[in-house]
Structure formats: structure tokens, C-alpha cells
């Protein structure tokens, strides 16, 4: 029998598992909108919540294999509180860093939670932010920041002191309108979810523009509203699509390989949630013989990271979870 | 510009909508009433919901009541359609569904937009669309109406509560074998399973149609006989002068003035016999367009006529969100607007969660002694405010009237720049008064500047505070 | 009917989300009650006994001096027939009396209205925080419902006591009852005259006290110290309600440490209420009523507890008979209710109406929508 790949025949992928379920404490994430995961399989889950849930406003710290560690943080102003916590990532010993969009701030905290410090000026002078909304740590240990309202990437060192900027307001190579996530490669490159502008722009660590990945629309290598970008060791590039409720593969060149819509099954937490409430169970079930894909599809997916296997860790943000899937170079049935 | 057509057009962006601040009626004034009213017929754009999801991300597929709530609440400051959110909440007003039943938030923010999209449109296709709306189903039991079995609950109050009414002119509309009928038409018509909240979120509902469980037998209905299924009855609701009476009071009620409450009205009169029959001629005229006699009812005298003014109990939301709108609060997207949501509560307007089928009793019925403290307290924050850029600009308005204001002018000048507000000859006299206490008006140095805001903002709470302002 | 010094009095605190009674009242000595409650079960040796059977959440330790001094009164299995799991409806149900048809006129509404029917006192209810709950609304009889009673009033926002004085002043006048400007203006008028009324007579309810005890600052502590601060006023207020935070008892996750701070902070109020009524000689005649919308789900689920059925409410007072009144719900799987919850054995109507009959001296039935067999909790 013949075989056709069309092309694409060194990658495979699969889905591996979900965790998590919609909760506003403990053994679940509401509205989660970012993650970072340490050398040592944390993941450090931001929970944005609502407003009248200030409850669920806090980080959570579990693993990819759904063990519970703790939480940290709470909504507010005060030092190591959030209003709206948009973004995190770790320094090379896995110190926490969350970017604020409200109160346009980083606050660091240690690997255990603990609050350490704070930066951040409002305003759109050099060195101030006016809603950072993706943040990302580079090889020389410098922080790169997502100024988003004032539409420009800004670099810092890691306590907050002004290095250097790049980009402004518009629709060119090199300009934004209002971008959002942000990855970098292992060359220090730089991936800008340009979120409305429905495309992916590449920059060199110098702010460079490189190359654009993505027009508007539906179709294939086009973007409704791109909010994460991630990178894996082989350069191939995740993208979060935000409102086409999908996660797009592309090689390094920006060439489409693929993309994943959400084939979630039940999670850990997610069945220790319906095993104590039969009715819920009794419902489920009718609906899924109804519609499976309800419940296994990706709503509003907003942020890709990739853990130390190469694992790809998808935020599936109304559902409350995250979703797994794994690259294989040689085909895996499952 | 004449001060009658600020007037004017005041008082349509009161009714058509929730109020404007002061550049915004004085650049609507200068394009023209009619082609105010045409823009207000005609939404067009609207809000960015890509940058809504942006900074509130629980605004995709929102499912707790209070982002819900809140999402609408955003909607009705800012939304340029105004008159579209103001439609949307008529129809909340009248088919009367509630969260305190339904227990999703989702499906009440689904109806709420189906108003909004479709409420506008034709009175045939918006009971269609209300008698397939998931959420109303479940609320009035139509869900357990079986052919087999039925429920009348759905039948009784499309034909009292959604169309016909009881009655007209003191006769009755439909008898109880109508509602039968009604009931047994709309048999079969129910809802898919859904996902349960946990532990993922719920699934939209969604309307299904099971052939089996309908009764298609001959009925008789409004002296009409045949196999009737829902959307024959509601051809046959839409045809019948005592749905274009129905509208054509709600809509009076609600835009122009206040009526007696709903259950008076087969026996007591119309306010304005002539009003009504305008309006009922334009439904029929258009095919049952709701739009055509909204068209009629804003570019009718009766609508314009001073006489009409301020003679209708602000209800809570309105309350709300034209203060918002008159002082510039919540235009942009920021933490706040969960409180601010909750304050129609406070005020006896759940939105979203209205005490019953019925509805919630309207006019002077808004007001008792805690309301009244709540909505003269919210009143006098925002007004009093002269920290809020809106408020900042209707003072500098003030002070552009003259370099010294004498007691009279001062308070004239306060209750143009909030309304304007058209008070009693005691009142004004009470007003003068206490403004007289600390004598004239200037604003020539910092510490009169400083004086002349303080001064402004505490006679804007008692504004806020009369009577009067109760109405709009 | 019980009988008092001066009129009886009912507080009620209304514990918001559907407090877990299993958790609360603990059947402590339950196989099922281990094995459903693996993860948020409370270990045997820190629950407080209170009979061979059953025992207090260690957090309530504050209340076994209530218990032991027989003036607690523990329902169990507390609820009504074809649970609602829904949080607005049950309460709805709890406040209308009204499990099969929504009400609109509450269980505290009408007693108001029959203990004051031409509301001449405008204090005869008053609530403390922001909107009416259902249960007190009666039309006729007018509430105030007090956010901060510290500040409450009309007008809050002037700056400078002259100047509010003044304002006020200028608000008395121009809601002064005026002729031939309308039956509805008219009514606004006299309705802002209560108001005001209501709101001058309250503002003083502050300055009158004093007291050797403190309160916590959490939302229940404040709204209970204002309860107790109105009726040492001596206003003549039957009725005084508050509800805890919104949904703070909706334990779906954490529960084990939420509910710890939640108790620990609801069992220390009801004691330094109590004390401080006692301390001006002013706890005869007030009974304090807890009660919540629903239980919770016996299973948990990881981390906390899901929605349920029958739950636990509390009476304290000096005139309570303490005790355990209903049969403690069955927690074997075949007794459970479908879904997994406990089965109601205790009426709500039914303590309603001991509160009604016994200590208000008013007919219950008209008020509870029937005839429910009282629970004679009172000495």
C-alpha cells in the first residue's frame, strides 16, 4: 500500500494526555493565561480569573503529570499580588517572574513562592510600561518584555534596569498593534505573538527583524488573533491561535506542517471532580454521546510551552486544563 | 445652538438610549434630531469583542452569571448602538426569564444577545426565536411539556405575558382553551443534552425538535383550526390587533411614559389613545416590523412633546449607566466593573435575574425607602465626583458662562449641565437657596477656581438628590 | 411563646455558598464518613464531641460553652423536598418559603408586616450589606439595608459636617410633602422623609455605643458588631439580618483551609456577640439563627465539595433548649439521595415556624406557605 506524507516525513505528533479542570483553588486553573515549567518539571500555571472570583486570581505550581504542589500569590495591589497577572517566566534558578498588565509591574518571586521584589514604571517614556504582557528571559540572563499598549519590545536586565527597545504602532515589518505573547529561541531570537495583527514576527536578539509568519484569516498559516508562540529544540514554531481555537505548527522557515485542535480526554483531577458528583457524570455522558468534541477541543487556547522532554504544553483557557502532545521523530501508535 | 433642540435630543438619547455626556449631545443636537434617530435605528459596528476578550478573557463563552451581567453592563456604557442595548433590555423586561431558575449564566447572556441581535427585527421571527430560545424553554417548563403529558406553563404566558395580553378595551384576547392549544402546539418543542459545569464548563443548549413528542393533531386556536405546530401559532398571535395593542403599550410604557402596570391594561384606557393607534398602525403597516414603530414612536410629536419629559421613573440600570455615561466612568476597559455591575442590584434590578415571570414592577414601584437611598447615594458619588474627567468638563462648562455667577444662574447652569433637569418652582426655590448661603460664583484666582468646583460638585449631589432626578 | 423582658428579637447571619454540614457537625465515629471523605475528612482526635455520635468542626471550639450551657440548638438533616443545587435558587427557596413556585414576598418580610402593619417604625428590619436578600421583602414594609453603618446615611459623599448638615437640611425641605405636583411625586417624597428618618435615627446607633469587646474585622465580624450595635441602640428593630461573603462557603476547592478560616472566624463572632449583649444586660431576647442555602455533596472531590442537599443551620440564645433536633442523614451509599447527597429529614418550614410561633408569637402557616410540625427548641 502506498504511503504519502506530501512532504512532511521526519515529524510525527500525538496527543498525550490533559491536566487539570476549571477550579478556583487547589487541584485546577481559572482563566490560566500563561505557564512556565522549571528544570525540575514545575509548571507555574497564571490563573487570571474574574473579577468577582478574586479567589482565583493566584499561581498555581503543579506538574505535567498532574501532581498538585502548591499555590502562591492573591489578587490585589500589594507586594506579590496580582490585578491582572498576564505573564511568567524563570530565570537559569528557576526564580518566578510574573508580569502585571494593570499594574504594569514584574514581581519576582523565588521557586517556592515567596515574594522577593518588584519593578515597573507606568508610562511610555524609555524603561516604562504601559501593559506588559508577555515576558521572556534570554541567554545572557536579561529579561524581555512585550510593552504592549505602547507597542514596542523592551529589554531590561533582570532587576528592572533599561537596556534597549525596538518596535513601534503599525502594520510594517518591525511594527505592532498591540502584540502579546512572547518565546525565545535557543539563539536568543525573538517570536512576537503580533496579536493584532494576526501574525508571528521574528526578530534577532538585537530586535532585528527576521521574518513574518501569518496573515488574517482562517486557513492555513493565517491567525485569528495569535496570543502564544513557542519554540522547540529543532527551531519548529507553536502558535497559540487564539480565537480559531487552534494551535498551529510551523517549520523554522515559517513553512505550515500542522496543527492541533484539542483531542483531550478526561484528567486525573477532572475525574476526581465527577467521581464525587454522580449527577454531573449521568449528564456528561449524554451529552458526549451527543458530542465528543465539546469537551476534547481547545477553547481559546493562549500559550504554548515546551517542558524538558519536548513535551508541547498547550493552555486550553475556557476548559481550564492543559492539554500535551508530544513530537516523535519516528511514528508512535497510540 | 437653540436650547430646546439640546433639550430634545436629551430626551431622546435618554429614552432611545442610556443618556450621553454633554459633547455627545451637543454633537448630536448639531447633526439633526431625525438623523440621530435614523443612526439609532441603524446600528452599525460596534464594539471591539476581540480586545473585550483581551483584557477580560472570561468574556469568551461566558458562563458565570456576574461576568455575564458585567459584560452586559460594559455593553450598555459604551456600546455606540445605543439604542440596540436599550431594546435588549425592554425585551429582558417583558419576556421575563431568570438566573435564579435557569442557573446558567451562559444561557441568560445567550438570550440577552438574541434581543440584542434580533430585537429589533420582526415580531414573528423574535417569538420564534424566544419559543426555540433554550433558556426560556427551561424557565417556563415548556421542557416538560410532552404530548403525552402536557405542561401548560409555556402556552399561558406566550399568550398572556409575550403577545396578546389578557385583554383589550375590557374583553379578553384568547380564552383557556387558547392556552391548551397554545401548549399542545408547542409539545416536542425541547432541549439537546449539554455538558455539565464540571469539570470543563457547560455546553451552549441547544433547541431540538422531537418529532415524537409532538402533538400534531388538529387544534382549534383564536377560532383557527388545523394541525398546528409553535410557528403557526405564532403566525396566528402576530396577526391579532390585540398583539399590536400589546406592543404598542409596552413600547409606550418603556420609551415614553409611565403606563399603569401591565396587569391593568385590559380594562384601563391607554394614557395616549391616538400614540397607541400610531403605533399599532405602523405594525401592521410594516409587516409586524418592531423597528418600523420605533421608527414611528421617536419621529412622532407625542414622543417630543415637552409634556412627556421627565415623567418616567428611571429604573435602575438606567439610573446607572447614564450616570456612567454622563460622567465619562468605565469607557475604558478596567478593574471596577464587577462593583459597578452590582449596583442595579442594590437599586431592585437584578439584571439577568428578574423576580419572576412577570417581571419586575415598574414606575414609582422602583422606589422605596432603601432604593431610594441607594440610587440618591450612587447619584451624588458620580456627580459629586470632580475628580472624573466628565465632571471636570461640565464644571469648566459652568465656568465658561461668565466670570460671576449669581446664586440663579449657578443653579440653572447645574441642572442643564446634569440633565437638563426640569424641576418644580419648590424645589428650584430650595436649590437658589442653599446656593445663595455662600453667595456668587467667580473663578479668577486658584483659591476661586478651587472654591467654584467644590461648590459645583456639592450642588450636583443635590441635584442627584432632588426628586426630580428620579426620572428621566 | 417564650417570654422576654422586652420584645424578642431574631438575628440571622446567613452563611453564604452552601456550607458543608458534614464537615460542620461531624459524624465522627462514621465508617462512610472516611471512606467518602478522603482527602478533606476531619481526623477523629481533633473533632469536639458533642454526643456519642456526633462532634463540632475543631474551629468551633468558641461555641461548646453554648452548647454545654444547653443554649444551642444543632439541626440536622436540615431541608426541603426536590433539592435545588442551584445557589440563587435554594436561597430563594430558604427566604420565600417556596419550593415549587418563585415567591417574592419573604418568611421575614411578613413577619414585619404583622409585628408593625402600618409601618410605623422604619426600623422594624434592617439589613446589613449592599441589596436586599428575599427574605425580607414585603411590600409595605420598609427596610433599610446598611452597607457601612459607621457612614451610612443620604448624601455621605459632602465633605465637611456643615456642609452635610446644610445638605441635609436643603433634602428636608425638598422632600417635604408638597401638594398638587402628583401622586407619584408624592409618593417619592415621603418615601425620601422615611429615608432620611431611617437613616438619622440609625446614624446614632454608632455614637451610642461602647463596648469591652472587640470584633474581627472580616465582613461577618463587622455586620455582627453592627447588629449588636442597633439593637443596644434600642430602636425597636425585631429583625436583624446579614449575610456573610458572597458564596464564601462554596467550598468546591481548599476547602479544608477555607473552611477552617471561615469557622474560626464565624464560631469567635457568635461568641463575642453573645458577650458583648451580655455585657449591657441586652442578650434576653435576641436569638441568632445560621443557617445556610444547602449542604454539600458527601463525596469530595479531591480538594473540596460539590453542591448538595441536606445541611446543618444553628439557633443560639438564652431561651434556646440546647440540643440536636433532627436525625443525623444516613451516609451509606443506598440511603443517599440520587447524586450522592444526604436526604432531608428536618423541615425548614418547620424551625421557621417554631421561630414564628414561639418566639414571635405570630401564626406561621400563612407565612410558611403550611402547616409544618414546629420543633420545640425553646424552653
Known amino acids: 500500500m502506498a504511503t504519502h506524507f506530501f512532504g512532511l516525513k521526519d515529524r510525527t505528533f500525538y496527543h498525550s494526555h490533559a491536566v487539570g479542570r476549571n477550579e478556583f483553588a487547589g487541584t485546577g486553573f481559572r482563566n490560566p493565561v500563561d505557564m512556565a515549567i522549571a528544570s525540575d518539571g514545575s509548571v507555574y500555571v497564571v490563573n487570571r480569573s474574574y473579577e468577582n472570583r478574586p479567589d482565583g486570581v493566584h499561581m498555581t505550581v503543579c506538574t505535567l503529570d498532574e501532581e498538585y504542589i502548591s499555590a502562591f500569590g492573591a489578587y490585589g495591589q500589594g507586594d506579590g499580588e496580582f490585578v491582572w497577572p498576564t505573564a511568567v517566566a524563570l530565570d537559569s534558578n528557576d526564580n518566578v517572574y510574573v508580569a502585571d498588565e494593570w499594574l504594569n509591574r514584574i514581581t519576582k518571586f523565588t521557586r517556592d513562592g515567596e515574594y522577593v521584589s518588584k519593578w515597573g514604571v507606568s508610562g511610555s517614556g524609555e524603561g516604562e510600561l504601559n501593559g506588559p504582557s508577555g515576558i521572556a528571559i534570554d541567554s545572557q540572563g536579561n529579561m524581555v518584555v512585550v510593552d504592549s499598549k505602547n507597542n514596542r519590545v523592551q529589554k531590561f536586565t533582570i532587576d528592572g534596569q533599561y537596556i534597549s527597545s525596538f518596535g513601534s504602532e503599525g502594520d510594517g515589518p518591525g511594527q505592532f498593534n498591540l502584540p502579546w505573547g512572547i518565546s525565545l529561541d535557543g539563539n536568543d531570537n525573538i517570536y512576537i505573538a503580533d496579536w493584532r495583527n494576526d501574525r508571528i514576527q521574528v526578530f534577532n536578539s538585537d530586535g532585528e527583524w527576521q521574518q513574518s509568519i501569518g496573515t488574517s484569516g482562517d486557513g492555513v498559516g493565517q491567525f485569528n488573533r495569535p496570543n502564544g508562540v513557542a519554540v522547540d529544540a529543532d527551531g519548529d514554531i507553536y502558535v497559540a491561535d487564539w480565537m480559531n481555537n487552534r494551535v498551529q505548527v510551523f517549520a523554522p522557515d515559517g513553512r505550515f506542517i500542522t496543527l492541533f485542535r484539542g483531542d483531550a480526554a478526561l484528567s486525573k483531577w477532572g475525574k476526581d471532580k465527577l467521581n464525587s458528583n454522580p449527577d454531573m457524570i449521568r449528564q456528561r455522558n449524554i451529552a458526549y454521546s451527543n458530542d465528543p468534541a465539546y469537551e476534547q477541543r481547545f477553547a481559546h487556547p493562549c500559550g504554548v510551552r515546551i517542558d524538558d522532554q519536548g513535551r508541547i504544553a498547550v493552555i486550553d483557557h475556557t476548559r481550564g486544563r492543559i492539554q500535551v502532545y508530544v513530537k516523535e521523530d519516528e511514528p508512535v501508535l497510540r | ?472 | 411563646m417564650v417570654s422576654t423582658a422586652k420584645d424578642p428579637v431574631l438575628a440571622v447571619l446567613s452563611l453564604s455558598g452552601g456550607n458543608d454540614g458534614l464537615n460542620t457537625v461531624i459524624p465522627r465515629n462514621n465508617g462512610h464518613y472516611r471512606d467518602f471523605r478522603p482527602t478533606i475528612g476531619v481526623p477523629e482526635e481533633q473533632i469536639l464531641p458533642i454526643n456519642d455520635e456526633l462532634g463540632f468542626h475543631p474551629t468551633m471550639a468558641p461555641l461548646m460553652k453554648y452548647w454545654e450551657a444547653g443554649q444551642l440548638a444543632v439541626f440536622v438533616g436540615i431541608g426541603y423536598p426536590t433539592p435545588s443545587y442551584s445557589h440563587f435558587r435554594s436561597m430563594d427557596i430558604w427566604h420565600t418559603c417556596e419550593p415549587e413556585i418563585i415567591g417574592t414576598e419573604g418568611w421575614l418580610g411578613r413577619a414585619a408586616k404583622l409585628m408593625d402593619p402600618t409601618a410605623e417604625n422604619v426600623l422594624t428590619s434592617v439589613n446589613f450589606g449592599r441589596g436586599l436578600p428575599r427574605a425580607l421583602v414585603m411590600e409595605g414594609v420598609p427596610v433599610a439595608s446598611v452597607g457601612n453603618l459607621e457612614t451610612y446615611g443620604l448624601l455621605t459623599g459632602i465633605d465637611g459636617e456643615a456642609q452635610r448638615s446644610d445638605a441635609l437640611d436643603v433634602f428636608g425641605r425638598m422632600y417635604a410633602p408638597a401638594i398638587g405636583t402628583g401622586s407619584v411625586m408624592d409618593y417619592i417624597h415621603s418615601t425620601g422623609t422615611d429615608a432620611l428618618k431611617g437613616a438619622d435615627i440609625l446614624a446614632t446607633a454608632p455614637d451610642k455605643y461602647t463596648s469591652n469587646v472587640e470584633y474581627s474585622g472580616t465582613v461577618v465580624g463587622q455586620y455582627m458588631k453592627n447588629i449588636a450595635q442597633t439593637h443596644l441602640a434600642d430602636f425597636g428593630t425585631r429583625i436583624l439580618y446579614t449575610t456573610s461573603p458572597y458564596n464564601g462557603f462554596d467550598s468546591h476547592a481548599n476547602q479544608a483551609q477555607a473552611n477552617a478560616a471561615l469557622w474560626t472566624d464565624v464560631s469567635s463572632t457568635v461568641d463575642t456577640f453573645y458577650t458583648d449583649l451580655r455585657d449591657h444586660n441586652a442578650s434576653d431576647n435576641v436569638t441568632l439563627f445560621l443557617f445556610t442555602e444547602f449542604g454539600r455533596r458527601v463525596a469530595d472531590n479531591g480538594s473540596g465539595t460539590d453542591h448538595g442537599a441536606a445541611g446543618v443551620a444553628l439557633a443560639v440564645g438564652e431561651h434556646v433548649k440546647g440540643g440536636v433536633y433532627g436525625v443525623y442523614p444516613s451516609l451509606a451509599p443506598a440511603d443517599q439521595e440520587e447524586g450522592g447527597n444526604l436526604k432531608f429529614n428536618l423541615d425548614f418550614r418547620s424551625v421557621y415556624s417554631t421561630f414564628l410561633e414561639d418566639w414571635f408569637g405570630l401564626e406561621a402557616e400563612p407565612i410558611v406557605n403550611g402547616n409544618f410540625e414546629r420543633v420545640k427548641f425553646f424552653k
Not at chain 2, 269 to 275: C, N, Q
Not at chain 2, 388 to 409: A, F, I, K, Y
Not at chain 2, 437 to 446: F, I
Open chain 2, 1 to 472: 445652538m437653540a436650547d430646546q433642540d439640546i433639550a430634545l435630543v436629551a430626551h431622546l438619547m435618554r429614552r432611545a438610549g442610556f443618556g450621553a455626556s454633554r459633547d455627545e449631545i451637543e454633537a448630536k443636537a448639531a447633526q439633526g434630531y431625525d438623523s440621530v434617530v435614523q443612526d439609532l435605528l441603524n446600528p452599525a459596528g460596534g464594539l471591539d469583542d476581540d480586545i473585550l476578550m483581551r483584557y477580560n478573557p472570561s468574556y469568551y463563552e461566558p458562563g458565570a452569571i456576574e461576568v455575564n451581567t458585567q459584560l452586559w453592563v460594559y455593553r450598555m456604557i459604551n456600546s455606540p448602538n445605543q439604542l440596540q442595548e436599550k431594546v435588549a433590555l425592554f425585551w429582558h423586561m417583558i419576556f421575563c426569564a431568570g438566573h435564579s431558575k435557569i442557573d446558567s449564566g451562559q444561557e441568560m447572556g445567550i438570550m440577552v444577545n438574541m434581543f440584542r441581535e434580533h430585537g429589533m427585527g420582526r415580531f414573528d421571527d423574535l417569538l420564534l426565536r424566544l419559543s426555540q430560545n433554550p433558556g426560556m424553554m427551561y424557565y417556563l417548563d415548556n421542557t416538560e411539556s410532552h404530548k403525552a403529558n402536557l405542561n401548560e406553563n409555556y402556552g399561558r404566558e406566550l399568550l398572556e405575558l409575550f403577545s396578546l395580553g389578557v385583554g383589550k378595551d375590557g374583553s379578553f384576547n384568547y380564552s383557556e382553551d387558547d392556552v391548551k392549544v397554545c401548549a399542545r402546539a408547542f409539545t416536542g418543542w425541547n432541549v439537546a443534552p449539554a455538558y455539565p459545569p464540571f469539570p470543563h464548563g457547560r455546553s451552549p443548549w441547544v433547541f431540538r425538535f422531537d418529532p415524537a413528542d409532538h402533538d400534531e393533531t388538529e387544534k382549534t386556536f383564536l377560532g383557527e383550526t388545523g394541525p398546528w405546530n409553535g410557528d403557526d401559532i405564532i403566525r396566528i398571535i402576530c396577526e391579532q390587533p390585540g398583539t399590536a395593542r400589546f406592543l404598542a403599550r409596552h413600547l409606550y410604557n418603556f420609551f415614553v411614559a409611565d403606563e399603569p402596570q401591565v396587569p391593568a391594561w385590559r380594562l384601563t384606557p391607554p394614557r395616549d389613545v391616538e400614540a397607541i393607534q400610531i403605533l399599532e398602525q405602523a405594525y401592521f403597516d410594516s409587516n409586524y416590523s418592531i423597528k418600523a414603530m420605533l421608527e414611528a414612536l421617536f419621529t412622532s410629536e407625542f414622543f417630543k412633546d415637552e409634556a412627556v419629559r421627565y415623567q418616567k421613573v428611571k429604573n435602575p440600570a438606567e439610573m446607572v449607566i447614564s450616570l456612567l455615561r454622563m460622567v465619562g466612568e468605565h469607557q475604558e476597559i478596567k478593574p471596577g466593573l464587577f462593583e459597578i455591575s452590582q449596583e442595579p442590584k442594590y437599586m431592585g434590578m437584578d439584571l439577568m435575574n428578574p423576580p419572576t415571570v412577570e417581571g419586575w414592577h415598574t414606575g414609582r414601584e422602583w422606589i422605596d425607602s432603601g432604593t431610594l437611598v441607594e440610587r440618591i447615594n450612587f447619584a451624588a458619588e458620580m456627580l459629586g465626583n470632580t475628580e472624573l474627567d466628565g465632571v471636570r468638563g461640565l464644571v469648566s462648562r459652568l465656568m465658561d458662562r461668565g466670570d460671576t455667577l449669581s446664586p440663579e444662574q449657578f443653579v440653572d447652569g447645574c441642572l442643564d449641565m446634569t440633565g437638563p433637569v426640569q424641576v418644580t418652582a419648590d424645589t428650584h426655590a430650595q436649590l437658589v437657596a442653599h446656593a445663595a448661603r455662600e453667595g456668587d460664583l467667580s473663578h479668577g484666582s486658584d483659591d476661586e477656581r478651587v472654591t467654584f468646583t467644590r461648590r459645583t460638585g456639592e450642588m450636583f449631589q443635590m441635584i442627584a438628590a432632588t426628586a426630580e432626578f428620579q426620572f428621566e
